[in-house]
């Protein structure tokens, strides 16, 4: 048997990649399903009896595959002549282009995607069309590598950004008029710190990267910012009508646990029931005959019965056309009566391509949802909570880290550890994965795995990490516990950045007063008022984050765009919002919020002191 060859860690980056692009509901597995049409895709020179036998093989115990599972089958492809064939497994679906150049590293040749660029750059025209800051680089030529050129000075991902997530970065911190590649550099921080501070993981990522406008790296990252934006109000606490999606026999803990991808699937499922069609597994084979989404399209079009919104009337004679192709033309023309034609082309919805496809339905939903808020249904309205800022935070710092699968919901998401346990390797707590249960669980005693799981992540946390974990057992962190999970998750994140700052120190211990009294330092050593610990009140105004920034680098506060006495709590506000992008723009990777300085929150407060020390001991 030929031993399975090595993956360089850049490999392993583009398999995760791949395995993003497979792994289309984003809940951290492959179907055997997935997994034949990646083969069948590949047009590999194999018979298809051998293709069926190695899906066979693969799947022997179970359906579904995790990342590692799906790693340790690239290791042997890699070792047979099928190797040669794995990279247009990958993309075969799409219009993928090679990128002219290798990596030095790996040698690797890297790819991206023709349609999602065509994509991205439509979407990006239309949203920054008015945008005047944005106008030396609008609208971009679809046709060209105009979008990798525009990303380049910051200022458009800087603005996508703020469309996804309003007010994460202050206007007055982007740098707009006569740019140099300092202040260029400066807007790529900004957008990267902030990119990882809305929970992007841009790990692999760097300004360097934008400013020269590698392809794979940018439609990556745009695909993520744009994404989060879509999927913002895809949840149960921002748009309650979304009851209506609840099934008999479920309860209302039930639908808050379904991530993104899942709820656009029942909506549209649920509109077709409506329209007495059959339902859709998945936005990538079972649509690409445009019938669904015809229907679907008539099923949310306007009919005339809201007050002050004209009735659209879809015309479903392109339903009679032959071929796929022109009746996919015909349903977008139908969609853009609606304003929803973004992100695909007719080939786009002929191939399958799950990525856009998702776009599409999501942007659909964002316009037109055509659900009612059931008004007789016993639901305790009170359950539907939003999550905190602290919640919120939290899960945009591990999704930041690039755990597997992606945290939507942060108790129901977790439940398992199989996320705490990525995040112990983050902070160096090595974990025995040989202790572990790997979904998929059992219908039966699954819950039982899952305790398990939750009980080496608290036995883990007491014994190898140190944490203080008094009062915390498994069955919390199971349960989604509020209190106790967000102890166990503040001591991950505060470890994750005292480490940070031991790196760069050279091994040595860092605390609290450690940073106080280097806060301290810089702020004297600038004539500047001191602080006396992470409560202390004048952090409200934030002028201590400010003055320190400025102490961190002479000149980059501009003092007149503040008040500094008498404020009141929209000016310190105003001030925090300052503060926070001025951090990520000198490069502290900061996840903290501004309404954390304006309250003094102390665990938070910390973390931007903590952030900014880094910042100044890498400059050092």
């Known amino acids: 048997m030929t031993t399975p060859a090595p993956i360089s860690a850049e490999e392993q980056e583009d398999l995760r990649e791949a395995f993003a692009k497979i792994d289309v509901d984003n809940n951290g597995f492959i179907s055997k399903a997935e997994l034949t049409e990646l083969f069948r895709a590949a047009n590999l020179a194999l018979p298809g009896y051998r293709i069926r036998e190695i899906v066979q093989e693969l799947t022997q115990t179970t359906d579904q595959l995790t990342f590692d599972d799906f790693t340790q089958i690239v290791k042997g492809l890699k070792s047979t002549e099928v190797a040669k064939t794995f990279r247009k497994a990958i993309n075969k679906k799409e219009g993928i282009r090679n990128v002219a150049g290798t990596s030095e590293q790996s040698g690797t040749q890297h790819s991206y995607s023709e349609e999602e660029k065509v994509a991205f750059v439509n979407w990006i025209n239309k949203a920054l069309e008015k945008d005047a800051d944005c106008s030396h680089v609008l609208p971009m030529d679809a046709n060209s590598d105009a979008l990798f050129t525009a990303m380049g000075d910051g200022i458009v991902l800087c603005k996508m950004i703020n469309l996804s997530v309003p007010d994460t970065i202050d206007e007055r911190t982007i740098n707009k008029k006569k740019l140099t590649p300092f202040t260029i550099q400066e807007n790529l921080n900004l957008a990267l710190n902030s990119s990882s501070a809305i929970g992007c993981h841009v790990v692999n990522i760097g300004a360097e990267d934008l400013k020269e406008g590698r392809q794979h790296l940018v439609l990556g990252l745009l695909w993520q910012v744009i994404k989060i934006g879509l999927f913002a109000d895809i949840e149960l606490s921002r748009n309650e009508a979304l009851i209506a999606l609840l099934r008999d026999g479920e309860s209302l803990e039930d639908l808050m646990k379904l991530s993104p991808e899942e709820l656009l699937l029942r909506w549209a499922n649920f509109h077709l029931q409506e ?33 002050g919104i004209p009735p659209i009337a879809i015309d479903m004679s392109g339903l009679r056309e032959k071929e796929d192709l022109k009746r996919a033309e015909c349903m977008l023309d139908e969609a853009d009566r609606l304003g929803c034609r973004q992100f695909v082309m007719p080939t786009d919805v002929v191939r399958g391509n799950p990525k856009l496809n998702l ?22 309205w009170s359950s539907i909570e939003g999550e905190t800022r602290e919640e919120r935070t939290f899960r945009n710092w591990m999704n930041s880290l690039g755990v597997n699968p992606r945290v939507n919901h942060l108790y129901a998401d977790i439940d398992d550890a199989l996320v705490i346990f990525q995040l112990y390797e983050k902070i160096k707590v090595p ?71 031991e790196d760069l120190g050279d091994g040595q211990k860092v605390t609290d007063d450690t940073i106080v009294t280097w806060v301290n330092d810089m702020l004297t050593q600038a004539g500047k008022p001191k602080i006396s610990s992470f409560k202390d009140g004048s952090i409200s105004t934030s002028m201590p984050v400010l003055d320190l920034i400025d102490a961190i680098q002479p000149g980059s506060i501009r003092y007149d765009l ?26 502290a990777r900061v996840y903290a919020l501004p309404e954390d300085l304006v309250e003094v929150k102390p665990k938070m407060v910390m973390t931007v002191f903590a952030c900014l020390m880094a910042r100044a001991m890498k400059r050092a």
């Open 562 to 587: 503040l008040k500094t006495e008498d404020l009141t709590e929209e000016e310190k506000l105003n001030n925090a919002k300052y503060a926070i992008s001025m951090a990520r723009k000198i490069g």
């Open 431 to 501: 974990v025995d994965w040989d202790k572990v249960n790997k979904p998929p669980y059992s219908k039966l005693g699954s819950n039982m795995k899952k305790l398990e799981n939750c009980n080496y992540a608290v036995e883990l946390g007491k014994k190898e990490a140190k944490f203080s974990l008094v009062g915390i057992a498994g069955q919390d962190l199971n349960a989604g516990n509020r209190t106790l999970t967000l102890a166990l998750l503040w001591q991950l994140m505060r470890r994750y950045t005292l480490n940070i700052l």
């Open 275 to 307: 329209a007495g069609c059959g339902k859709i597994n998945n936005f990538s084979s079972d649509i690409k005959d445009s019938k669904a989404y015809y229907n679907l399209l008539n099923q949310v079009a306007p009919k005339g019965d809201e007050e």
């Open 359 to 380: 776009a599409f339905v999501a942007n659909l939903f964002n316009k037109y949802p055509a659900l009612k808020k059931p008004e007789n249904q016993d639901i305790d």
